[in-house]
T-cell receptor
Framework: EDKVVQSPLSLVVHEGDTVTLNCSYE??????LLWYKQEKKAPTFLFML????IEKKSGRLSSILDKKELSSILNITATQTGDSAIYLC????????????FGQGTILTVHP | GAGVSQTPSNKVTEKGKYVELRCDPI?????LYWYRQSLGQGPEFLIY????????DSGLPNDRFFAVRPEGSVSTLKIQRTERGDSAVYLC??????????????FGPGTRLTVL
């Protein structure tokens, strides 16, 4: 069974801190790994990673995939209160092209 | 519309009743996904459509759950004989393509279903 595990499950930091969120996966026929930010109801897309070792960057957020270790990290530097959200890791793989597996998420809380 | 929309936003029903949840994907998106999310959990895959057909329905928990997408656009998730354990937020997402050219999903705001 395809599996995606995120850690930590929750994290509390202060503004300005840097955080690293982890995602590890066990999927057959890996295709891509995606990160989403969920603030209220709908997750919003952050990154899609398909190749190992290539960092994707958007402002203070960056992410990288390690296919050898079957994992990915999401880094957020100089955190702000607006970064408070659930960060979800999703894996596209398995025998069905459309079957996508989410991790349980990391709840990030950034205090002023 | 500009994004994925779902109706209703909230649905309260009694145990044993039938409910329908609707999803309007982004126009032109061929892939449509349904997820269920319980408090404190990541979204759980239910079913995905490629066009009109359900390409993978392996996430549907049992035969009380059924989804259709008759014209390859709007989709309806149907739950018969609802149970309290069905209470969750039901999320719908669409993407332009599925398969090897998979790209990002766009999510709707969800329908919060409460079964009393």
């Amino acid at each position: 069974e395809d599996k995606v595990v995120q850690s930590p499950l929750s994290l509390v930091v202060h503004e300005g801190d840097t955080v690293t969120l982890n995602c590890s996966y066990e999927v057959t026929n890996f295709r891509s790994l995606l990160w989403y930010k969920q603030e209220k109801k709908a997750p919003t897309f952050l990154f899609m990673l398909t190749s190992s070792g290539i960092e994707k960057k958007s402002g203070r957020l960056s992410s990288i995939l390690d296919k050898k270790e079957l994992s990915s990290i999401l880094n957020i530097t100089a955190t702000q209160t607006g970064d408070s959200a659930i960060y979800l890791c999703e894996n596209a793989g398995g025998t069905s092209y459309g079957k996508l597996t989410f991790g349980q998420g990391t709840i990030l809380t950034v205090h002023p | 519309g500009a994004g994925v929309s779902q109706t209703p936003s909230n649905k309260v029903t009694e145990k044993g009743k039938y409910v329908e949840l609707r999803c309007d994907p982004i126009s032109g998106h061929t892939a449509l996904y349904w997820y269920r999310q319980s408090l404190g959990q990541g979204p759980e895959f239910l079913i995905y459509f490629q066009g009109t057909g359900a390409a993978d329905d392996s996430g549907l928990p049992n035969d009380r759950f059924f989804a259709v997408r008759p014209e390859g656009s709007v989709s309806t998730l149907k739950i018969q004989r609802t149970e309290r354990g069905d209470s969750a937020v039901y999320l719908c997402a669409s993407s332009a393509l599925a398969g090897p050219s998979y790209n990002e999903q766009f999510f709707g705001p969800g329908t919060r279903l409460t079964v009393l």
